[in-house]
Nanobody, 115 residues
Framework: QVQLVESGGGLVQAGGSLRLSCAAS????????MGWYRQTPGKQRESVAG???????NYADSVKGRFTISRDNAKNTIYLQMNSLKPEDTAVYYC?????????WGQGTQVTVSS
């Protein structure tokens, strides 16, 4: 399994920005896919953005144009730049990785957007 450590969450006003980071315990060049999910109480965890080992990205419709996922192979870290944040973006954000059939999750970081 891959150990993943998120950072960068916090409290921000609507319209503001945050950048989440996820540091992996191994070289991310060899990880098939990584991404960000989020979850609010009583709801299922949902995919926010993903990035493959080749650099292809995908986004949930709700964040397209506002969020950007990126990777720094030298630092074994992926990022989620979140702009124009809305109160409905409030959630615990989790970093995810997949190597073959093995999935790993970070501990989560809270993002709270006030109106």
């Amino acid at each position: 399994q891959v150990q993943l450590v998120e950072s960068g969450g916090g409290l921000v006003q609507a319209g503001g920005s945050l950048r989440l980071s996820c540091a992996a315990s191994r070289t991310i060049f060899s990880i098939d896919a990584m991404g960000w999910y989020r979850q609010t109480p009583g709801k299922q965890r949902e995919s926010v953005a993903g990035i493959s080992s080749s650099g292809m990205t995908n986004y949930a419709d709700s964040v397209k144009g506002r969020f950007t996922i990126s990777r720094d192979n030298a630092k074994n870290t992926i990022y989620l730049q979140m702009n124009s944040l809305k109160p409905e973006d409030t959630a615990v954000y989790y970093c995810h990785s997949r190597v073959g059939y093995t999935h790993s999750w970070g501990q989560g970081t809270q993002v709270t957007v006030s109106s």
